[in-house]
């Protein structure tokens, strides 16, 4: 157990922000990226630096990416026991990690890997975890983290500290934050971490990996997004959407009510219990913007909105809105297009 005592370590002990750079089959998760631009501003304004932890098997042929992205250090674990994810394996490297080198920060991308590691590593250490945060910011008083998530079903953001104990931990949703610009310039330390983990520690093992549908999208990647909603009524009304978004080189998202419904797979829901995107265009088609639906597509640049209830709450957040039946809308927008 790597339990940080908090009698004999101070607060001034830990020094730096760390970023999990979360990768699969030899590839940085998007999220890492973000939460380098994040880290490198919150390191910024204490002044101090930022480091990325990389697990993993032959691996290290991803560090100068991650220094390029704004890492000063990398710490990074090798061992063919780390070659895929696994809890014990992975919490047990990062809460001995934390342990020795004291880090103030400890940012995780909430996905599905980092929900499942950052509690564990968080009770490893003896510290509390923010789960799920939309926003990061150092308090200009006494430099303390105040992590932001949304609360009582996204009714109220709820910003959250870690006064006692350290370090102070979040997982940060992916799509949230912007991306770290890539310096070709930027130059950093590589640090070499021996894990110490045998087959032993492990207690499951990874027999096969099965991986999505090639048809599953990645929505927090697209440019352009089509929306459906409980207003296309039906399961077929997927297909007209399909259609349009095809047309302009999009990709197709849902509300939950149509994915509740059994509409479509979750992996298109977009919101607080799906996820967040920022593409350029987003078009709601049926959607009444419900807040814990537009959480998830606020940023976007350019939002369009199509509804037949001229009240609708999506109206507030789009730049365009069509009052009106989608399946009269959308139709014709697509005969235009035909005849372009
Ligand atoms: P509705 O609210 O039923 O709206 C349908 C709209 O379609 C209406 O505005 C109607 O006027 C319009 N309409 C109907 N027919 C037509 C037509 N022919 N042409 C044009 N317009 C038409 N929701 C999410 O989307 N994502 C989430 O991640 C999410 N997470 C949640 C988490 C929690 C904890 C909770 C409590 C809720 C969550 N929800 C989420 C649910 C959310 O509160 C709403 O219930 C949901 O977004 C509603 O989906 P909708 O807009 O498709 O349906």
Request: with cysteine; hydrophobic share 40%; net charge negative.
């Amino acid at each position: 157990m790597a339990y940080i005592d908090s009698n004999t370590n101070k607060f001034e002990d830990f020094k730096g922000v760390w970023v999990f750079a979360e990768q699969r089959e030899g590839k940085i998760m998007p999220v890492v990226y973000e939460l380098l631009g994040e880290a490198r501003k919150i390191a910024d304004k204490l002044n101090e630096k930022v480091a990325a932890v990389l697990l993993g098997n032959n691996v290290d042929r991803l560090t100068e990416d991650l220094i390029k992205h704004g890492a000063d250090k990398v710490y990074i674990a090798e061992d063919e026991n780390l070659e895929s994810f696994t809890t014990d394996g992975y919490s047990k490297v990062i809460s001995n990690l934390i342990s020795e080198y004291k880090p103030e920060i400890v940012l995780i991308g909430a996905t599905h890997i980092g929900r499942d590691l950052a509690p564990r590593i968080a009770a490893k250490s003896g510290t509390g975890l923010t789960a799920d945060c939309t926003n990061l910011e150092i308090d200009d008083e006494d430099g303390k983290l105040l992590m932001t998530r949304p609360a009582f079903g996204g009714n109220i953001m709820a910003t959250i500290i870690c006064p006692n104990h350290r370090p102070q931990m979040s997982t940060v949703r992916p799509g949230v934050m912007k991306k770290a610009e890539k310096d070709d310039t930027r130059t950093g330390e590589v640090i070499k971490y021996e894990p110490n983990i045998k087959e032993e520690d492990i207690r499951t093992q990874i027999i096969n990996v099965i991986k999505k549908a090639k048809n599953d999208v990645a929505i927090e990647d697209a440019d352009i997004i089509v929306t459906g909603g409980r207003g296309l009524g039906n399961k077929e009304g997927f297909e007209l959407l399909e259609k349009f978004a095809k047309k302009i080189g999009g990709v197709v998202g849902a509300s939950r009510a149509a994915v509740d419904n059994g509409w479509i797979d979750h992996s298109h829901q977009v919101g607080q219990t799906g996820t967040t995107v920022r593409p350029k265009l987003y078009i709601a088609c049926g959607v009444s913007g419900a807040i814990q639906h537009v959480t998830g597509m606020k940023d976007s640049d350019f939002i369009v909105a199509i509804n037949k209830n001229k009240d609708a709450p999506i109206f507030k957040v789009a730049d365009i809105g069509i009052v009106g039946d989608l399946y009269n809308i959308v139709p014709k927008i697509i005969e235009k297009l035909d005849k372009m």
